[in-house]
């Protein structure tokens, strides 16, 4: 009877640990819409890193969208907006989606991912030299060192490498 409370015991600890550790990603993007619309132009971010006042701020400004012109048929921008607005950060149960919100007082609507509290305290160590490397197109260009961005997995031990001088690519290494 021991040995099964005991092996009972270490499978529940290995499942609970195991559904930790894949609570604390983004789950993937299953809506294909957002993938190819979005993903034609930029990585197409995961809803959970945004509120739902700021989904709707950036829905709500197309056609114009930062300093592009994006054109969607109605039906095309309601199907998005509904999948963002399901899965917003203020919707999501996971803990990558609370540590997004965790900093953002109530009434901040963000519509850039970069001007979140979270993003700029996991960005602030990386030197201004880092942002004019030709391989960075811009802050949200998250795919340059996240590698694994496009499946949720975005923590320093998930394929994170970082541009670094003559070309070469490094691994971060959190102090």
């Known amino acids: 009877m021991s040995r099964f409370l005991i092996a009972a015991f270490a499978t529940i600890s290995i499942a609970v640990a195991a559904g930790a550790a894949a609570d604390d990603r983004f789950p993937s993007i299953s809506n294909e819409a957002l993938r190819s ?3 034609d132009c930029h990585i197409a971010y995961q809803p959970q890193m945004l509120p739902q ?6 829905m709500d400004a197309l056609p114009k969208h930062f300093d592009e012109e994006l054109s969607l048929d109605e039906e095309t921008k309601q199907h998005l907006l509904r999948y963002l607005l399901d899965n917003a950060a203020d919707k999501s149960k996971v803990d990558a989606a609370r540590k997004f919100l965790r900093d953002l007082s109530p009434g901040d609507t963000p519509i850039r991912i970069t001007d979140t509290p979270r993003w700029k305290d996991k960005h602030h160590e990386l030197p201004k030299s880092f942002w004019s490397d030709p391989r960075v197109a811009t802050k949200g260009d998250c795919a340059v060192c996240h590698t694994e961005a ?8 998930d394929g994170l490498r970082v541009p670094g001088p003559n070309e070469s690519w490094r691994r971060w290494e959190d102090d």
Do not use: F, I, N
Not at 53 to 58: A, D, I, P
Not at 150 to 157: E, F, K, Q, S, T
């Open 37 to 39: 619309e979005c993903g």
């Open 53 to 58: 006042r700021s989904w709707r701020k950036l």
């Open 150 to 157: 496009a499946r949720g997995l975005y923590d320093d031990d």
